[in-house]
């Protein structure tokens, strides 16, 4: 590798370490040490091929995908952990609101199996469409599809605060209308 491509290859990787790690923290279920290996493995790969890649984040992410779908294939079963109900909201409007989410998404995504968790990574995270995610994982569209919807349906389970809440201007509009009159 001459100076020029080993030049570009840092400044590739000082430009978009956090990003990647931050999608392999997703990927691994929040586990750093293994998102950290992820990077380092994808990065490794396009290191052999840095002349010949045309798209750098692509090519990594592609990488890190596929690296995490043979992980979880070769993976046996295993239980699932159980985590203790976290604390009853109490409404305080401290500005946590939003690190709280991010915290409870975290935990409910680490709570999936590893093909559940990459699934909804990549439909929702990195926003690609279906056909994109089946061929990125080398799967069909249909189960792209019914893995999506399991998952979700998953993670509503173990995280129904994430549900919207009703809208409350709905029902108090719905009972100061006589019955009838309601559409």
Request: aromatic content about 6%.
């Amino acid at each position: 590798m001459d100076p020029q491509d080993q030049e570009g290859f840092r400044d590739y990787v000082d430009a978009r370490w956090s990003t990647l790690l931050r999608l392999a923290n997703l990927l691994t279920g929040g586990d750093r040490h293994e998102a950290e290996d992820l990077v380092q493995i994808a990065l490794m790969k396009a290191l052999g091929r840095w002349r010949h890649i045309e798209d750098p984040d692509g090519y990594v992410r592609k990488v890190m995908y596929r690296h995490q779908v043979s992980r979880w294939r070769l993976r046996r079963p295993h239980r699932e952990v159980t985590f203790a109900a976290p604390p009853e909201d109490h409404g305080v409007a401290d500005g946590t609101s939003d690190a709280d989410l991010r915290i409870t998404v975290g935990q409910a995504l680490a709570r999936l199996t590893p093909r559940q968790r990459t699934m909804l990574v990549l439909r929702y995270f990195e926003d690609l469409s279906e056909t994109e995610v089946a061929s990125v994982l080398g799967c069909s569209v249909g189960t792209v599809r019914s893995t999506t919807h399991r998952s979700l349906s998953r993670l509503r389970g173990l995280a129904p605060e994430l549900a919207a809440p009703a809208p409350a201007a709905d029902t108090a509009l719905n009972s100061n209308v006589p019955k009838g009159a309601r559409t």
